[in-house]
């Protein structure tokens, strides 16, 4: 009993495993993941380390500004010394220094020179420091760094919006790419279809042995053209990944975007919002504050340094000076004297300030230039698209009536091969209208500083 138990217990584990295995080859390979234009730019923004990086400036410049903030609250400064003395400690005492008594006279009564024996000794110096006068500079110190994190923001929403570009670009890339292998695809398949046509016409003596060369050659190229865009593809889900901040392996499948889009607003408005909006232009009007306060915190070191001071002093092992000494008070430090040289750099970033004013009026300048730019080559590539697919649909009817002629003996091969050769290069035109089309467009998107 024992044994035919065993027996069932391994046939029912062997039917679970067939089981299993039936069910995974039902299932399949795994589909790849389907990744829409909007998810891309989400991944992007979110795992991209080119952005990663620029947040770590920012981050960085946060730092700075706890740093400098630091600067204005009490200082304490302690120094310790232990060492040997190089040369003997000695001190005089003029006869009488500490006064003359009656029935003793004056002590001590002669002039007395008391030494100390080289030894091993140290002093400790403790400062307590409250700056007051310098509290005015070093709060311009703290905005100069929180205008250099404003820049540093405004770096980080430059490069989302670059970023964001760059995937909108290489995605549209990957679109055309894909419909180009598409309907390479399918060019394939016809001409593999020709071949066995005019293969079986060769062999009734139809048709001309030149007439199947000329056939295999084109199958030849499309093939090899059709090689082409499988690596372009590839290569380009590989710049995708690296956008996205994943592994270059990682598979996926397209979704596809409208053709065109509807109407963009008005060159007027797209400028007004763009000079709104633009993190470089941002940038040049935060570097107008920060040159400011850089001049007026080199102005304010004409103010003398006044601080609020307690100085702690101990001797170790220093028996002919007092242990401890302390003292409170007002500690100055000033430079009345510079030659001149605050006044010229005073002047150097006055004309810092200005470099920066007009840094700005450049900056926007460019900015409605880029934007006017951007702008007409969209409308452009919006008319080229309608003329190619004009051209395109043109190019098919043309190809339906030569195939329709030929398989009525009206027309000869070669016209069917032509009009074959007419249409793949329309479609071909077609794709790069398109894919200039949603370029423009990411490129307009990114002139107006969006990230989205």
């Given at each position: 009993?024992?044994?035919i138990?065993?027996?069932?217990?391994?046939?029912?584990?062997?039917?679970?495993?067939?089981?299993?295995?039936?069910?995974?080859?039902?299932?399949?390979?795994?589909?790849?993941?389907?990744?829409?234009?909007?998810?891309?730019?989400?991944?992007?923004?979110?795992?991209?380390?080119?952005?990663?990086?620029?947040?770590?400036?920012?981050?960085?410049?946060?730092?700075?500004?706890?740093?400098?903030?630091?600067?204005?609250?009490?200082?304490?400064?302690?120094?310790?010394?232990?060492?040997?003395?190089?040369?003997?400690?000695?001190?005089s005492?003029?006869?009488?220094?500490?006064?003359?008594?009656?029935?003793?006279?004056?002590?001590?009564?002669?002039?007395?020179?008391?030494?100390?024996?080289?030894?091993?000794?140290?002093?400790?110096?403790?400062?307590?420091?409250?700056?007051?006068?310098?509290?005015?500079?070093?709060?311009?110190?703290?905005?100069?760094?929180?205008?250099?994190?404003d820049?540093?923001?405004?770096?980080?929403?430059?490069?989302?919006?670059?970023?964001?570009?760059?995937?909108r670009?290489?995605?549209?890339?990957?679109?055309?790419?894909?419909?180009?292998?598409?309907?390479?695809?399918?060019?394939v398949?016809?001409?593999?279809?020709?071949?066995?046509?005019?293969?079986?016409?060769?062999?009734r003596?139809?048709?001309?042995?030149?007439?199947?060369?000329?056939?295999?050659a084109?199958?030849?190229?499309e093939?090899?053209?059709?090689?082409?865009?499988?690596?372009?593809?590839?290569?380009?889900?590989?710049?995708?990944?690296?956008?996205?901040?994943?592994?270059?392996?990682?598979d996926?499948?397209?979704?596809?975007?409208?053709?065109?889009?509807?109407?963009?607003?008005?060159?007027?408005?797209?400028i007004?919002?763009?000079?709104?909006?633009?993190?470089?232009?941002a940038?040049?009007?935060?570097?107008?504050?920060?040159?400011?306060?850089?001049?007026?915190?080199?102005?304010?070191?004409?103010?003398?340094?006044?601080?609020?001071?307690?100085?702690?002093?101990?001797?170790?092992?220093?028996?002919?000076?007092?242990?401890?000494?302390?003292?409170?008070?007002?500690?100055?430090k000033?430079?009345?004297?510079?030659?001149?040289?605050?006044?010229?750099?005073?002047?150097?970033?006055?004309?810092?300030?200005?470099?920066?004013?007009s840094?700005?009026?450049?900056?926007?300048?460019?900015v409605?230039?880029?934007?006017a730019?951007?702008?007409?080559k969209?409308?452009?590539?919006?008319l080229?698209?309608?003329?190619?697919?004009?051209?395109?649909?043109?190019?098919?009817?043309?190809?339906?009536?030569?195939t329709?002629?030929?398989?009525?003996?009206?027309?000869?091969?070669?016209?069917?091969?032509?009009?074959?050769?007419?249409?793949?290069?329309?479609?071909?035109?077609?794709?790069r209208?398109?894919?200039?089309?949603?370029?423009?467009?990411?490129?307009l998107q990114?002139?107006?500083?969006?990230?989205?």
């Amino acid at each position: 009993m024992g044994e035919i138990a065993r027996r069932f217990r391994y046939l029912a584990v062997l039917g679970t495993l067939c089981a299993v295995a039936t069910a995974a080859m039902a299932e399949g390979p795994a589909s790849p993941e389907t990744l829409a234009l909007d998810q891309a730019v989400a991944l992007a923004l979110a795992n991209n380390r080119n952005v990663s990086i620029a947040d770590q400036e920012v981050q960085r410049a946060e730092q700075r500004i706890g740093a400098a903030r630091a600067r204005r609250l009490p200082n304490l400064d302690l120094q310790v010394m232990a060492g040997t003395t190089l040369n003997t400690i000695r001190v005089s005492f003029p006869g009488g220094a500490f006064g003359t008594y009656p029935g003793i006279g004056p002590i001590p009564a002669t002039d007395t020179d008391v030494e100390a024996p080289r030894t091993v000794s140290g002093n400790i110096n403790a400062t307590l420091s409250q700056p007051l006068t310098q509290l005015h500079r070093l709060g311009l110190n703290v905005k100069a760094n929180e205008l250099a994190r404003d820049i540093e923001q405004q770096k980080l929403h430059e490069e989302r919006a670059a970023v964001v570009a760059e995937v909108r670009r290489v995605y549209y890339s990957l679109l055309q790419t894909q419909s180009a292998l598409q309907a390479k695809q399918e060019r394939v398949r016809a001409y593999r279809e020709l071949e066995r046509v005019v293969g079986e016409q060769v062999a009734r003596e139809a048709a001309l042995p030149a007439d199947a060369l000329d056939v295999k050659a084109r199958l030849a190229g499309e093939e090899y053209e059709l090689a082409g865009l499988e690596n372009d593809l590839e290569t380009g889900k590989e710049q995708m990944n690296l956008l996205l901040g994943r592994e270059l392996t990682h598979d996926f499948s397209l979704v596809a975007v409208p053709e065109t889009s509807a109407e963009e607003e008005d060159l007027a408005s797209a400028i007004a919002r763009a000079v709104e909006k633009r993190p470089d232009l941002a940038q040049a009007r935060i570097a107008i504050d920060q040159a400011d306060a850089d001049r007026r915190a080199k102005k304010a070191e004409r103010i003398p340094d006044v601080s609020l001071s307690v100085t702690y002093v101990s001797f170790v092992n220093v028996d002919l000076l007092p242990r401890n000494v302390a003292m409170a008070g007002l500690q100055l430090k000033w430079e009345p004297f510079d030659w001149g040289r605050r006044g010229k750099e005073t002047a150097e970033k006055e004309l810092q300030l200005e470099q920066a004013r007009s840094r700005r009026r450049e900056a926007e300048d460019r900015v409605r230039l880029d934007v006017a730019q951007s702008f007409r080559k969209l409308h452009e590539a919006r008319l080229l698209i309608e003329a190619e697919r004009l051209g395109r649909d043109a190019a098919e009817e043309r190809l339906r009536t030569v195939t329709s002629r030929h398989q009525q003996e009206a027309a000869l091969l070669k016209d069917v091969l032509d009009a074959q050769a007419a249409m793949s290069a329309a479609h071909n035109q077609y794709d790069r209208a398109l894919l200039g089309f949603w370029t423009a467009k990411a490129d307009l998107q990114k002139a107006l500083g969006e990230e989205q």
